[in-house]
């Protein structure tokens, strides 16, 4: 397949996680057929934004853009630089089902359902990518169902790409996220499928986290809390402000007891992250409702 897709390797380096692997790639690619060259464009542009480094896709993709795809990007992008634009993006995303020039575009598509997934708006989501064409956005649609707890839907969504192709990096990396999800004897073949992929492309944080996902989920045997923390710090060594990476550190360094300022120094690094990431806002509303129970029980307000 890499002979007759020239963006093989590209795409692939992307989706495991490899953001600066896939932009030095693309760069390279200047010789491509007409119909590769805005997907080439779309993925180094992601890359981009998946490092952080929005002001580069906001400057280059001008607002008269002719092109649907490049537009939703720059509107990824626009919405993950700054509080303050996203509203703008939301209501912008929302006109695009009536907009001739963005209807029917895979990258539109796959845009709309990121955002809603990152607004945790799952009927959004589903609504953006039902009819997606592309393994990537069907991959999302796995994922949105996991965080529902339908893995029944999870499962009959990866039957689908895995009718597609079942060898393809998003079909391996869905069907690792589903395994994990359901845990028990599956934890085995996500491990298998994850340590497979690393092999092949080279360990990245994002690969590393979902190893150490498999650990986590067996913490109650001895070796576990140590084989997480292992590939928890690779991954912190590749990229220190990986989110996933320090909400995962949060989570393992609590469970092994370790001293409140070493968990609360991961904790505000994913804050200043991303202060909306799931797990942060879950951990701040256990605080609250721990807050507010204490208070209602404390000396002061009994007397």
Do not use: C
């Not at 393809?168 to 869905?174: E, G, I, K, R, W």
């Not at 220190?240 to 320090?246: A, F, G, I, Q, W």
């Amino acid at each position: 397949m890499g002979d007759t897709d020239p963006l093989f390797e590209l795409r692939n380096l992307f989706l495991i996680g490899n953001y600066q692997a896939a932009i030095n790639e693309g760069l390279t690619l200047d010789h491509l057929p007409e119909a590769y060259k805005v997907e080439r464009d779309v993925i180094i542009y992601r890359s981009y934004i998946a490092k952080g480094d929005y002001n580069i896709v906001l400057e280059e993709i001008k607002d008269s853009n002719p092109n649907a795809a490049l537009v939703a990007v720059k509107a990824l992008a626009s919405y993950l630089s700054s509080e303050r634009n996203k509203d703008i993006v939301l209501t912008t995303i929302k006109s695009w089902p009536s907009d001739p020039r963005m209807v029917n575009n895979d990258v539109v598509q796959l845009v709309s359902g990121l955002i809603s997934f990152y607004e945790e708006n799952y009927d959004e989501v589903f609504r953006a990518l039902h009819q997606s064409r592309s393994l990537e956005g069907r991959a999302l649609l796995v994922r949105a169902f996991i965080q529902i707890d339908r893995l029944d839907l999870a499962q009959k969504e990866l039957g689908t790409m895995q009718g597609i192709d079942d060898d393809a990096t998003a079909t391996q990396l869905a069907t690792a996220w589903l395994d994990i999800a359901l845990g028990g004897e599956k934890l085995e073949e996500a491990f298998f499928i994850l340590t497979e992929l690393t092999e092949k492309w080279n360990s990245t944080p994002l690969l590393l986290n979902g190893l150490a996902s498999v650990h986590l989920k067996r913490l109650d045997k001895p070796d576990e809390p140590k084989n997480a923390e292992k590939l928890l710090l690779q991954a912190m060594e590749k990229n220190p402000n990986d989110v996933d990476t320090l909400v995962n550190l949060v989570a393992l360094y609590q469970h092994m007891g370790k001293p409140k300022e070493v968990v609360n120094r991961y904790l505000n690094q994913a804050k200043a992250r991303t202060p909306k990431h799931p797990y942060i806002k879950e951990l701040e509303l256990l605080e609250q409702s721990w807050e507010r129970l204490v208070s209602r029980f404390s000396p002061t307000q009994a007397s």
